[in-house]
């Protein structure tokens, strides 16, 4: 059963870079046809996918995002992770990564709790 964990500050200052990372367990995030993604929820609201890296280490980002985000990802520490610059309140909000097969369910990591405040 595949596990993923996220870590990094649970405070960011406005303007700072957040950066977090995903570990992954009992799967490698080179396995073909898998992609590995990152998610996020503000208070109050749904949720929001921000963008993703694939097995080939390809990455696409939500057109909303594209100029702040990077996913990049450390194959040797089997990690991958979300950096997203010039940060404000509005980033605020529990930011899920996620492990999703060409042809299978999503599986989740529990989430991390991320506060924008100064």
């Known amino acids: 059963q595949v596990q993923l964990l996220e870590s990094g500050p649970g405070l960011v200052k406005p303007s700072q870079t957040l950066s977090l990372t995903c570990t992954v367990s009992?799967?490698?995030?080179?396995?073909?046809?898998?992609?590995w993604i990152w998610i996020r929820q503000a208070p109050g609201k749904g949720l929001e996918w921000m963008g993703y890296?694939?097995?080939?280490?390809?990455?696409y980002y939500s057109p909303h995002l594209v100029s702040r985000i990077s996913i990049s990802r450390d194959t040797s520490k089997n990690q991958f992770t979300l950096q997203l610059a010039s940060v404000t309140p509005e980033d605020t909000g529990v930011y899920y990564c996620?492990?999703?097969?060409?042809?299978?369910?999503?599986?989740w990591g529990q989430g991390t709790q991320v506060t924008v405040s100064s």
């Open positions: 996620a492990r999703k097969p060409y042809s299978g369910a999503y599986s």
């Open positions: 009992d799967a490698s995030i080179t396995t073909n046809d898998v992609d």
């Open positions: 890296m694939s097995h080939h280490g390809y990455t």
